[in-house]
């Protein structure tokens, strides 16, 4: 187990740093020679003891009588925290989601299905903040004289806009979903993913709240919000505890989800047909 903190430690300290190097020559910023090979050194060495602990945990894997593909998967997820793997897979979708943002189309949203938009709330500071970092680009490249030091912020600015518009976009493009079943996928992004049965729905409602603290939060009642710029609309009440994963991998079960939607009203109606949506005044659970 020492092994494996230690390549753990060593490649959360040198690889983010080697990526910050490759940016930089991309970008044509010039490194000193001295700074570039001493990157290069201490990459191959976090390279080859990530290879010998990875080999040891392969080997023992395979003693265990598992199969190549899975003795590979089980030493990467010993090896790399989980918090890390699944930081990397929500950049790497928020990208993707750019891309769907760009030629219009929406993500994991079946023929018959609602699609239930819910960035109202936060499209205008997403803006506001990308605003704040071009100005802030700018302003650092009037004020910073030395070209490395200058070069090295252009690109950690650039990126930092880039991945402003690549969250705003996986908001866009992965709304909620209502299906032609009666169930219901709530999302934010790519950071958060949780399906409803049409079966585990006991009652749906409109009701507006003003959830203080984090983006998702349990509540000590059981109750799970997901606010969008401090609001919820839409509660959602479960027939049993419902297991749901967290951006960073721990888990949770909820009994009641809160979540906001642009119009809340079409949410209750498609999930209670026949009904007439309640009006916009909070009250208990029941």
Same mark, same amino acid.
């Given at each position: 187990?020492?092994?494996?903190?230690? +390549?753990?430690?060593?490649?959360?300290?040198?690889?983010?740093?080697?990526?910050?190097?490759?940016?930089?020559?991309?970008?044509?910023?010039?490194? *000193?020679?001295?700074?570039?090979?001493?990157?290069?050194?201490?990459?191959?060495?976090?390279?080859?003891?990530?290879?010998?602990?990875?080999?040891?945990?392969?080997?023992?894997?395979?003693?265990?009588?598992?199969?190549?593909?899975? +003795?590979?998967?089980?030493?990467?997820? &010993?090896?790399?925290?989980?918090? +890390?793997?699944?930081?990397?897979?929500?950049?790497?979708?928020?990208?993707?989601?750019?891309?769907?943002?760009?030629?219009?189309?929406?993500?994991?949203?079946?023929?018959?299905?609602?699609?239930?938009?819910?960035?109202?709330?936060? &499209?205008?500071?997403?803006?506001?903040?990308?605003?704040?970092?071009?100005?802030? &680009?700018?302003?650092?490249?009037?004020?910073?004289?030395? *070209?490395?030091?200058?070069?090295?912020? #252009?690109? #950690?600015?650039?990126?930092?806009v880039l991945l402003v518009l690549a969250l705003h976009a996986a908001c866009v493009t992965r709304p909620h979903v209502v299906g032609p079943d009666g169930s219901l996928r709530v999302r934010?992004? +790519?950071?958060?993913?949780?399906?409803?049965?049409?079966?585990?729905?006991?009652?749906?409602?409109?009701e507006r709240r003003l959830p203080q603290g984090r983006l998702l939060q349990l509540g000590a009642d059981g109750v799970l919000d997901l606010a969008v710029g401090g609001q919820t609309t839409?509660?959602?009440?479960?027939?049993? *505890?419902?297991?749901?994963?967290?951006?960073?991998?721990?888990?949770?079960?909820?009994?009641?989800?809160?979540?906001?939607?642009?119009?809340?009203?079409a949410v209750v109606a498609a999930l209670t047909p026949g009904r007439t949506a309640p009006s916009m005044t909070p009250g208990p659970l029941g």
């Amino acid at each position: 187990m020492t092994g494996v903190r230690g +390549a753990r430690l060593v490649a959360a300290a040198v690889l983010p740093a080697e990526l910050a190097v490759v940016v930089c020559l991309v970008a044509g910023v010039r490194i *000193p020679g001295t700074v570039l090979a001493g990157a290069e050194a201490a990459v191959l060495l976090a390279f080859f003891l990530e290879a010998v602990v990875l080999g040891r945990l392969w080997r023992t894997a395979r003693r265990e009588g598992a199969r190549r593909r899975a +003795a590979t998967a089980a030493a990467l997820r &010993t090896v790399v925290p989980v918090a +890390a793997r699944r930081l990397v897979v929500h950049e790497l979708r928020a990208l993707h989601s750019l891309a769907l943002w760009i030629l219009r189309r929406r993500h994991g949203v079946p023929e018959g299905a609602l699609s239930v938009p819910y960035t109202g709330p936060q &499209t205008a500071m997403m803006y506001g903040l990308v605003f704040v970092s071009v100005v802030e &680009t700018v302003m650092l490249a009037l004020l910073i004289p030395w *070209p490395v030091v200058h070069g090295l912020l #252009l690109v #950690l600015d650039v990126y930092g806009v880039l991945l402003v518009l690549a969250l705003h976009a996986a908001c866009v493009t992965r709304p909620h979903v209502v299906g032609p079943d009666g169930s219901l996928r709530v999302r934010y992004g +790519a950071l958060f993913d949780l399906r409803i049965p049409a079966a585990a729905i006991a009652a749906v409602r409109v009701e507006r709240r003003l959830p203080q603290g984090r983006l998702l939060q349990l509540g000590a009642d059981g109750v799970l919000d997901l606010a969008v710029g401090g609001q919820t609309t839409v509660t959602v009440r479960l027939t049993a *505890p419902l297991g749901f994963v967290r951006p960073l991998g721990g888990r949770g079960q909820t009994l009641a989800v809160r979540f906001h939607a642009d119009d809340p009203r079409a949410v209750v109606a498609a999930l209670t047909p026949g009904r007439t949506a309640p009006s916009m005044t909070p009250g208990p659970l029941g």
